[in-house]
Antibody
Framework: EVQLVETGGGLVQPGRSLKLSCVAS????????MSWTRQAPGKGLEWVAS????????YYPDSVKGRFTISRDNAQNTLYLQMNSLRSEDTATYYC???????????WGQGVMVTVSS | DIQMTQSPASLSASLGETVTIECRAS??????LAWYQQKPGKSPQLLIY???SLHTGVPSRFSGSGSGTQYSLKINSLQSEDVASYFC?????????FGGGTKLELK
């Protein structure tokens, strides 16, 4: 059974940093692209970052480019999201998602809440 | 970026009814479309990919169709457990983008 378990969320002040982690199990982690997708309270879904299975390439939307960094440790089956210079509009539930070769998101974690507020 | 427009934003239907949700892309996405179901308080789950392929374990009452810029998700014989929000997502071009969602309630 595919499982994705996120940790690291919480309340953080604007301009500060936070790092999310996602531990994967139930599949061969280094065979799959991985991503982070977020959902602001009561809102829709927004893709945040993707990384290839080797970690050699990463992709971001303009809204987070230069502030967020996705990375992975294939030996530890763990995905990360380093979030810097956080803004109030980054407040959301962040989902760790397995991505089918850069296309759709076939498995989702339970999500972790990030609140950016002073 | 490709814009995805879903309709309706909300709908109310009766048990056993057939429901259709539409998704329109701002340009041709060549069947690069997925549908997700998000039950209240839960994370989204993949239903359909490649516009019409059913993800593992998804009941056969769910189906997807469409081409070009117009796609739809159909739920046959609505069940109580289908109460949820539904989102479409295009992956033909980066960045992947989602529709605004459709909230399905029981009448």
């Amino acid at each position: 059974e595919v499982q994705l378990v996120e940790t690291g969320g919480g309340l953080v002040q604007p301009g500060r940093s936070l790092k999310l982690s996602c531990v994967a199990s139930g599949f061969t982690f280094n065979n799959y692209w991985m991503s982070w997708t977020r959902q602001a309270p009561g809102k829709g879904l927004e893709w945040v970052a993707s990384i290839t299975n080797s970690g050699g390439s990463t992709y971001y939307p303009d809204s987070v480019k230069g502030r967020f960094t996705i990375s992975r440790d294939n030996a530890q089956n763990t995905l990360y999201l380093q979030m810097n210079s956080l803004r109030s509009e980054d407040t959301a539930t962040y989902y760790c998602t397995r991505m089918y070769y850069g296309s759709y998101f076939d498995y989702w974690g339970q999500g972790v809440m990030v609140t950016v507020s002073s | 970026d490709i814009q995805m427009t879903q309709s309706p934003a909300s709908l109310s239907a009766s048990l056993g009814e057939t429901v259709t949700i539409e998704c329109r892309a701002s340009e041709d996405i060549y069947n690069g479309l997925a549908w997700y179901q998000q039950k209240p308080g839960k994370s989204p789950q993949l239903l359909i990919y490649n516009a019409n392929s059913l993800h593992t374990g998804v009941p056969s009452r769910f189906s997807g169709s469409g081409s070009g810029t117009q796609y739809s998700l159909k739920i046959n014989s609505l069940q109580s457990e289908d109460v949820a929000s539904y989102f479409c997502q295009q992956y033909y071009n980066y960045p992947p983008t989602f529709g605004g969602g459709t909230k399905l309630e029981l009448k």
